[in-house]
């Protein structure tokens, strides 16, 4: 009998590879079939067949609860050698606009008009009313505010000291913005007439004793608009807001459209559904002037909102009047300022559209963004 001799590493090392191989194959074919189950079940499941809502009452509520009261608070603020302080004076005070946003997700995320975000961008008119004061308040800091004074007492000295301020600009030799009043020179300042021959002499002498100020240079002084406070209230909470943070603003001004987030990135668990975007009307096509459409919203902020038991939120209804431009459509909902940014459903409760803007002098005249720009936004 022969014996055969095992080699001690090349024989053994081939033995147990032949040992592995089953267990290898077992491996790979079950990661191959995962795979297969996982993207199969991915794009080749079917979606969701979306439930017709079929009256106003089913869907108020539905999507009640998903839709919110922003109160968004906001200021001018001046930031001088990297020190921010916010002004507050009789020139500008701290505004404060309310809108309506509902939410998209499981995570905190508020859809809302661009314009609620940043109400002095919401139109060629605001933008000009903000970039004058800017300009008026940036000149008036820079008449008053002297190098001598401490980073700290900024403010407290602007406050004192506002009255006297000048928005003259040497430059341009005129003041600047419409009812501001017109000096030949700057405030503060005495000028010697060249029809004045005689000159006190001790009184020059005074004068000349008196250190010149050095005022803070305009180079120094940034002004601008910027958020102060931004929250949310839930319909029947007893204005108990929520704090948010702005996540994105629209850059195109054709569409207006903007998302803020609750802090803590939660949806509150007493919003029993979320708008879903997924079952939205895409194609802006198939929107026909005499189809129905339904606003939930806060229309006049507060003055509405508020009742005995809670914040209400509340429902109104018109009939699509205009078809789609593309951008946005027009319908017969009443609505006024407090309800840019609400939701607008069709009768089956999908979302068509996001209330933008209506025509103060006509009553029943609105235009919502197209729901299919939210997908893309």
């Known amino acids: 009998m022969k014996i055969r001799k095992i080699g001690p590493n090349h024989d053994l090392h081939e033995i147990n590879n032949k040992k592995r191989k089953p267990y290898k194959i077992i491996f790979f074919t079950l990661i191959i079939l995962s795979t297969a189950a996982f993207f199969g079940f991915k794009y080749l499941k079917k979606p969701p067949v979306a439930i017709c809502l079929d009256s106003d009452t089913k869907v108020y509520n539905e999507y009640k ?3 919110v009261l922003i109160k968004h608070s906001y200021g001018y603020f001046a930031k001088i050698k990297g020190k921010e302080i916010q002004l507050i004076n009789q020139d500008v005070k701290e ?12 995570e905190g995320k508020i859809m809302t008009n661009s314009h609620v975000l940043q109400p002095w961008n919401s139109s060629n008119e605001e933008q000009e009313k903000a970039n004058t004061t800017i300009r008026n308040l940036k000149l008036k800091i820079a008449s008053i505010l002297t190098t001598d004074v401490s980073e700290d007492e900024y403010q407290s000295f602007i406050e004192r000291n506002w009255k006297i301020a000048s928005a003259y600009d040497e430059s341009e030799g005129d003041y600047e913005g419409e009812g501001e009043e017109t000096s030949e020179e700057p405030a503060g300042e005495e000028f010697v007439s060249s029809n004045d021959t005689e000159t006190d002499t001790a009184t020059t002498d005074i004068a000349a004793a008196i250190p010149v100020k050095e005022y803070v240079s305009r180079e120094d002084i940034e002004v601008y608009v910027k958020t102060v406070n931004i929250a949310v209230a839930l319909h029947d909470s007893d204005e108990q807001w929520l704090s948010c943070e702005i996540e994105k603003v629209s850059e195109d001004t054709n569409i207006d459209l903007g998302i803020v987030r609750l802090i803590d990135h939660t949806t509150p668990q007493s919003v029993a ?3 879903n975007l997924d079952n939205s009307v895409k194609d802006d096509a198939s929107l026909n002037p005499g189809q129905k459409a339904i606003m939930v919203g806060y229309p006049l902020g507060m003055d509405l909102a508020k ?18 431009d593309g951008n946005k459509i027009q319908y017969s909902i009443t609505s006024t300022h407090g309800a840019s940014g609400a939701p607008v459903f069709n009768e089956c409760g999908q979302l068509i559209a996001v209330n933008f803007s209506g025509v103060d002098e006509v009553q029943g005249f609105n235009f919502g963004i197209v729901a299919k720009h939210i997908s893309t936004f």
């Open 65 to 67: 609860d998903a839709v």
């Open 95 to 106: 505004e404060t606009v309310f809108g309506t946003g509902f939410f998209v997700d499981r």
């Open 273 to 275: 559904n979320i708008i």
């Open 307 to 324: 009742t005995d038991s809670g914040i209400k939120v509340q429902l109104y209804d018109g009939k699509i009047s205009k078809e789609s």
